[in-house]
């Protein structure tokens, strides 16, 4: 069926002064250029309703009950992880036949959409605990003492890759509640491994990591770099050196070597890249690089050595300056993962 097209609110205003004045429907019609049984029907509202304005329409029932959407709400609610089909299959048992499309669209009108399940290292109860006692620990310390951190950490770089997704159904501002995640383990495929470092004033030494990584390289690459790179930002007296809790990081060996170059190290709360800052300039090294487009693993490593060099200071001191926001946002979330 063809829609036809609504008359304007004059139009419709002068039917009814048309018909006041005494015309029939017939001439009013042929006057204004309308069907007779739309100059009827515009009276007969006018006559019922004491307007000619467009009516609220309630359009069709919906398909599922109230009930059946509590039901519906409930289930996504307690297993985020449900799929469409599963609901269909729910509401046909309890005598209800919809399509995917009536599930979607109702659990779209309770708030839920369905949205990729987001990657997130696998916690543990244990590193809930150590992350919050972290996080109040350190809550009230002041900005400069975060401003003398050097932050490091190992990164993969992929030539070409492809991340995997899950969908569930979750509220807004609930993406990272852990119903609504995918826990992964730290270490998956790569091209290139990176190890880098970075303060607040700005990025420190960026280097390839070739072959297998172990306590010995790592003390190397910490002799080699870490303190070039503490004179290069002139860091103050006293500075703290931040590592995760990687084996090789706290292998007995590589905590010897720390303290015979008295370097002050913070103690980190297990699985917890989000209170890292250098994870976030690593993101952003990595889409500036995926930018550039390299075609083999030499222009990779390359291009990922130009783009860490020209990453502004400010860049990095404003991701230190904001550090006591990823403090509460633990606290708020419970020790779970946050947005950072």
């Known amino acids: 069926m063809v829609k036809t097209k609504k008359l304007s609110k004059d139009t419709r205003n002068k039917i009814v002064d048309l018909h006041q004045a005494g015309k029939t429907e017939s001439a009013i019609g042929k006057q204004l250029g309308v069907k007779k049984s739309t100059v009827g029907a515009i009276i007969r509202k006018w006559k019922t309703y004491k307007t000619t304005d467009n009516l609220h329409r309630s359009g069709a029932p919906r398909k599922i009950s109230p009930r059946g959407v509590k039901m519906i709400t409930r289930t996504v609610s307690k297993n985020p992880r449900t799929t469409r089909g599963d609901l269909v299959n729910d509401l046909q048992r309890a005598g209800t036949k919809v399509t995917k499309s009536t599930i979607s669209n109702t659990l779209r009108r309770q708030g839920l959409k ?189 291009i990922c050595m130009e783009e860490s060099a020209k990453i502004p200071a400010i860049v990095c001191e404003n991701l230190v300056k904001t550090y006591r926001k990823r403090l509460t946002s633990v606290i708020a979330n419970k020790g779970y993962i946050t947005k950072y």
């Open 114 to 302: 369905s949205c990729s399940a987001r990657r997130v290292p696998l916690l543990k109860p244990v590193h809930v605990r150590t992350r919050l006692k972290f996080a109040r620990e350190h809550l009230d310390d002041p900005e400069e003492d975060w401003e003398n951190v050097i932050w490091s950490d190992e990164t993969k770089v992929e030539l070409f890759g492809k991340n995997s997704t899950r969908r569930v159904w979750r509220r807004e501002n609930a993406e990272l509640h852990p119903n609504n995640t995918i826990p992964t383990v730290k270490h998956g495929g790569g091209n290139i491994m990176l190890w880098g470092c970075f303060s607040a004033k700005g990025p420190g030494r960026l280097i390839r990591v070739k072959g297998r990584m172990n306590g010995a390289v790592y003390r190397e690459i910490l002799s080699e770099n870490l303190l070039p790179s503490a004179r290069a930002l002139k860091m103050k007296r006293g500075w703290v050196f931040q590592q995760d809790n990687d084996p090789k990081h706290t292998a007995q060996a590589t905590k010897e070597w720390l303290h015979k170059k008295h370097i002050k190290v913070l103690e980190w709360p297990s699985q917890s890249p989000d209170l890292n800052p250098i994870e976030n300039l690593c993101r952003e090294l990595k889409v500036r690089v995926a930018q550039r487009q390299p075609q083999n693993i030499t222009a990779l490593e390359e």
